[in-house]
T-cell receptor, first 119, second 111 residues
Framework: DAGITQSPRYKITETGRQVTLMCHQTWSHSYMFWYRQDLGHGLRLIYYSAAADITDKGEVPDGYVVSRSKTENFPLTLESATRSQTSVYFC??????????????????FGPGTRLTVL | QKEVEQDPGPLSVPEGAIVSLNCTYSNSAFQYFMWYRQYSRKGPELLMYTYSSGNKEDGRFTAQVDKSSKYISLFIRDSQPSDSATYLCAMGQTGANNLFFGTGTRLTVIP
């Protein structure tokens, strides 16, 4: 099915382990984003990518690594998981530029999320 | 101070009621204002989008932006049980790649 998918949907891991969350979109959207959602903080941007091999930091990038070798995939890696990284992670994609310029707005389409627990 | 403030609720209303959801913000450069709806265990989906000040209506939903007060609102008329969800406001500015989200308001419409 077309759209944006994330895997796994649920993950439990231990402190210090490496974890990779996968994101795949079938629209050939240029822009992709990773957010985390925590109670009391809402959605916060971790990293985003404007195209294959182009990535940039968001608001809360520490402890995370991203790559984008193909347009359709945007994996997020926690190199050494910590309890503070327990969260729900959402991937999103946008058709063209993430830069907003009047009057256009490029909607971000979100995946279903990955619920990560770090013990 | 957070860029965007939103009352987390929860808010519980009877079916048919008018619902008012609000956000305030501190960055006067914000020009794009969005409302996302998020059902339980799902990703957010765009509900309404407005640029700069003014009102926008779409069916039972009305979005209002008051830039002078740095205040945005979403009104839901004739609320339905299917409107039960978390509503997130989000804002962006020209030249920026990221959106700033509120914490979300959890709404329950009771049949």
């Amino acid at each position: 099915d077309a759209g944006i998918t994330q895997s796994p949907r649920y993950k439990i891991t231990e402190t210090g382990r490496q974890v990779t969350l996968m994101c795949h979109q079938t629209w050939s959207h240029s822009y992709m984003f990773w957010y985390r959602q925590d109670l009391g903080h809402g959605l916060r941007l971790i990293y985003y990518s404007a195209a294959a091999d182009i990535t940039d930091k968001g608001e809360v990038p520490d402890g995370y690594v991203v790559s984008r070798s193909k347009t359709e995939n945007f994996p997020l890696t926690l190199e050494s998981a910590t309890r503070s990284q327990t969260s729900v992670y959402f991937c999103a994609s946008s058709e063209t530029s993430g830069v907003y310029s009047f009057p256009s707005y490029n909607e971000q389409f979100f995946g279903p999320g990955t619920r990560l627990t770090v013990l | 101070q957070k860029e965007v403030e939103q009352d987390p609720g929860p808010l519980s209303v009877p079916e048919g009621a008018i619902v008012s959801l609000n956000c305030t913000y501190s960055n006067s450069a914000f020009q794009y204002f969005m409302w996302y709806r998020q059902y339980s265990r799902k990703g957010p989906e765009l509900l309404m989008y407005t640029y700069s000040s003014g009102n926008k209506e779409d069916g039972r939903f009305t979005a209002q932006v008051d830039k002078s007060s740095k205040y945005i609102s979403l009104f839901i008329r004739d609320s339905q049980p299917s409107d039960s969800a978390t509503y997130l406001c989000a804002m962006g500015q020209t030249g920026a790649n990221n959106l700033f989200f509120g914490t979300g308001t959890r709404l329950t419409v009771i049949p």
